[in-house]
């Protein structure tokens, strides 16, 4: 069977590695020989531990995770973390958000549950259609965390510096995570739902500071606290263990083609066909302002609701799929993960010429 | 690709139905025409929503789950559960928990985080080789809920009966979901990993009362809300879409061999076969006391560690593998679960007899 081609565009769940769907489904009801399928093998076997182990030695050597610092490999995607990242580590103290979009004020929210958050900086008068700069930002005193979320998906913004700050930094890299080089010791915590870069939805990267953990409010639920994550091996219960097994498989392939810094080559070159024909079009307008562009979701318009639906419509047509906006930025977004080829981008680029031209 | 022959008896993640592992490894790269895979479609889309409805659908009718009660499909496992039942549910009271083995025990720990938690029975004292009578169970006044768990997997215990409480019945049913007819309409809340009879890991089944929704106390994570969840459909955020086409594919299975009847049909037909024997044995012992049966994990031993670990050899060279007990029982274990063809345990039945004649 062969896939048909498609560009799919979707923001997450989305493109996957060929390379991977492929060995997935020809070794689906036999793994290894085991005469079982991955789905029905035991998370406590030496089969799966192995899948396991070698996933985490994978993201470990690309990423560059210090010894100082555990991968975990959760359930409960970033909504979790939003909760699980104040129960362990604010201390009932306080901690700096940066609310650069959705999920960063989402965040913001849940952390007030549990202690005293403070707004760092706040790009919502501006439609988050910025990052804020180091000079903008405010710290609190004491604070036990400095929170931000690395790229927002809805609003095509990306951090393009690492914030300096006094106390440890938390990121959320749900969409930028392995698509762009991170130096992994500078963070007290990097979280990451999967469902973008690294497998299907249902597993959560955690790489934690283990100086961090043993620190939570007494109301964690057991299965939240990063130091029993730690201390059970992310096994305290039965882990996602075809997301792992899918976060092995695209992790190879990432390796294949050439690791991080091949990602990030490869996002820059995407990303810059698109803002170079947006910068110059005469119809179709980008959100983001320069220098808080993101890399992995590009977002435009048209200035006019009904030509965007036209241009979403007849993109689909051409097997250009998902370039709808979300409904509270409206317009169009281009998800333009890793595994998005730059042919797939290239075609895109031609439609929208194509569009203007004929609509302008 | 054809499955070699092996029969696993493993707890869980646990054989599934061929049918269900054939559709996706063929559907795997190119689902229902859509050119992308399952894996990669968003969970916003009518085409997820419309597998996430079916399966939803299909268990309703299945269960024959009343209106009263919504069905979510959440992440997290039962050990999430462990601390979301008392958030939700508590409210700073008392509630009543059987201990009948090892993961309702942890729930009753989990539970005193939140209110307090009584214990209703306990069967520690004979190494949980039975289930409490009715009138052994230990009632305090103005429970919140009763809490029990309906198969112990570890011990190979099952209730055969439903508990008559005042309280709300919240129930654990991770092992025997889908095994037998259950009238949901006595519980509050009934809760099951999927890994044993629905899916492959990374999936919590959880039908609730929808009158006992909207209870949380305020540490509650947003994403442990059953109030939010049933609001958002869900999809607070994004579902384990794989584990919920898995569960959609499965319960395909589960109509076709003719529903719970007759997965229930199946389950004494399998378990008897396996009891008959071992009640007849002059080598090996069944763990759990008549009345107390499980259906779905038949744990035994021979009295000899030596022996024990050479059937369980013996048997994996058969293409007979996961015998082996937990680590906190010993022994041996064989998980019976709905995708079980009698069949093997035909066969299992086979190699105990050859293995007793040439032991004893």
Redesign the interface.
Known sequence: ??????Y?F???????P?SA??T???????FR?????I?????R?ALFQDVFDSACAKLRSLMNVPETHEILLL??????Q???IP?NLIEGGTADYAITGSFSGKAYE?AK??GTAHIAANTKSGGHDRIPSQEELSFSPDAKYFYYCANNTIYGTEWQYVPETAAPLVCDMSSDILSREVDVSKYGLIYA?A?KNMA????TVVIVDKSLAGRE???T????SYKTMIETGSM????????IY?LDLTLDWVIAQGGVKAMEERRQERAGLLYDFLDNSRLFKPHALPGSRSYMNVTFRSGSDELDAAFIKGAAER?L??LKGHKIAGGMRASIYNAMPVEGVKALVAYMKEFEVSHV
């Open positions: 069977m062969e896939r048909e081609q498609v799919n979707a923001p997450g769940p989305s493109t996957m060929d769907l492929k997935a489904a020809a070794e689906l009801l036999n020989g085991s005469g079982m399928s789905m029905e093998i035991s998370h076997s359930q409960g995607g970033a909504t979790t939003f909760a699980a129960m849940e549950k549990y739902g469902q299907p939805a249902g597993l409010l007494p109301c639920p057991k299965i939240l305290l219960n039965t882990p996602p263990c075809w997301c899918m097997g799929v998902n």
